[in-house]
């Protein structure tokens, strides 16, 4: 199964492709897409989307896991973050990708165990689980643990599945 998590931003979209067989999971491939900064916000979730259309078809994913709006310091900034969002499930849904989401505190907890990690944690955990040579950038690190949250959710979900049978 190939899962591809997004970690939206309008200024840097993470993306993070993470193949899983037989319970081992395998980095793919992770990024950022990044728009030019001075674009206006159209041009800017135009620019994601294209990019997030492209990435899609490249990689094939069978489904997609979507960093919720859990926080944000203004209202103008969950906003902009909901603008973002909404694009990426555009161009998810397009593609016909099953879309699974997760909250910052359920993705910490799945990769991390402890819901109140930072940044530095969830890196490191993504890096370690998938034996990246690096952590990578912060947004494609939010992406892969993402990924990986969906994994454990889905890999839970058919044992709870195959138990009732």
């Known amino acids: ?19 899983e067989d037989a319970g081992s999971c ?15 916000l ?10 997030l259309k492209e990435i899609i078809a490249e990689y094939r994913p069978d489904a997609a896991a979507v960093e919720t709006v ?3 310091a203004n209202v103008k900034s969950a906003i902009v973050l909901g603008q973002s969002r909404g694009v ?6 397009h593609a016909g990708l099953p879309i699974h989401e997760y909250s910052p505190t359920q993705i ?8 109140r990690a930072d940044k530095n944690q969830v890196a490191a955990m993504a890096q370690s689980l998938l ?8 947004d494609a690190s939010d ?14 979900l058919q044992q709870v599945e195959a138990s009732r049978q």
Not at 108 to 115: E, I, L, N, S
Not at 143 to 154: F, P
Request: proline content about 6%.
């Open 70 to 72: 859990f926080f944000a």
């Open 108 to 115: 910490k907890k799945a990769v991390v165990g402890f819901g």
């Open 131 to 138: 034996g990246l040579p690096e952590p990578a950038m912060a």
């Open 143 to 156: 992406a892969l643990a993402c990924a990986l949250c969906h994994l454990s959710s889905y890999r839970f």
């Open 42 to 51: 159209g041009q800017r979730l135009d620019y994601i989307y294209m990019k």
């Open 1 to 19: 199964m190939r899962i591809i998590g997004i970690d939206p931003g309008s200024r840097i979209c993470g993306y993070g492709i993470v193949d």
């Open 26 to 40: 395998t980095h793919v491939d992770c990024g950022g897409i990044i728009p030019k900064k001075s674009a206006p």
């Open 88 to 93: 990426a499930l555009l161009a998810l849904a």
